[in-house]
């Protein structure tokens, strides 16, 4: 409740945060203590890697490197101990004649500023609208231009699309990943896909090469060329893959309808290969 957080906020010096990354949603609670002077020290997700600038507070980066869930908790509390024992005591305690701690004084000020024009009502709504509502407003007028053609057609290829989805599906996945010994950043893996595209028009659909990875939970979908269509209704598709980190990553084709507005108005519509 707000009597809470104000409680909370006039109570302490340090606000500290450890959620498991990536599963922070933002951090609003973080925001709501920095923009009142609260130092904030916090795991890098949500809203802190984008304010933090190593004068407003401080990153519990340790754990980032390691998988294992017990490594991670193990490296982050052993950097939190080490800042607080080391770095976060000896500044709040290093007081000048009138018992004023400077450094730490500023960073407040640097932390109080570095949110306020970073994160406000003002920016939100501005971001509401650039990338929502002004956004919906030039999608219906491009649907409705031409005497509703856009949206005519839009119609009729969800209906092929509905009608026929089920009997699309990936055949086969083949990739040069198995003669290769050894992969390096900016390395490039070939794939070719084929996909039983019965009567479905092949620009009616996209193939992508879902790619992950773990060390940042970043993904990209690269799409595939679309080659041929065979007598069978099997469609050939091929693309290259350009490997942009390292650590445990992985890729997996899919099939999407390739127009953006059928893929938000049934986002149901996707096919994984089988693996």
């Not at 949206?151 to 055949?171: A, C, G, H, M, P």
């Amino acid at each position: 409740t707000r009597d809470v957080a104000i409680h909370l906020v006039q109570g302490v010096d340090v606000w500290l945060n450890t959620p498991v990354k990536p599963l922070e949603a933002s951090g609003t609670s973080g925001i709501k203590a920095g923009i009142n002077g609260v130092l904030n020290l916090s795991v890098m997700d949500g809203w802190w890697p984008e304010c933090y600038n190593m004068k407003n507070g401080w990153a519990i980066t340790a754990g980032e490197v390691y998988g294992d869930p017990e490594l991670r908790d193990s490296a982050e509390a052993n950097q939190i101990y080490d800042l607080l024992e080391e770095e976060i005591a000896s500044l709040y305690y290093d007081r000048d004649e009138l018992d004023i701690p400077r450094e730490w004084v500023q960073m407040m000020k640097e932390s109080i500023y570095s949110i306020y024009v970073g994160f406000n009502i003002n920016r939100m709504l501005d971001e509401y609208c650039e990338k929502f509502y002004l956004s919906a407003v030039k999608q219906r007028r491009g649907l409705l231009d031409n005497d509703r053609k856009p949206l005519k057609d839009l119609i009729k290829r969800s209906e092929v699309i509905n009608k026929l989805w089920e009997k699309v599906f990936i055949k086969d996945v083949i990739t040069d990943i198995d003669r290769k010994d050894v992969l390096f950043v900016n390395d490039s893996i070939h794939v070719e896909c084929y996909v039983q595209l019965d009567d479905v028009d092949p620009s009616f659909i996209d193939v992508e090469i879902f790619y992950s990875r773990e060390k940042d939970h970043s993904f990209d979908a690269v799409r595939l060329n679309f080659v041929e269509k065979y007598q069978d209704k099997l469609g050939k598709y091929e693309g290259n893959l350009a490997l942009i980190s390292s650590g445990i990553q992985s890729i997996r084709v899919r099939l999407v309808p390739s127009d953006e507005h059928i893929r938000d108005l049934y986002p149901d519509l996707v096919k994984w290969e089988e693996v």
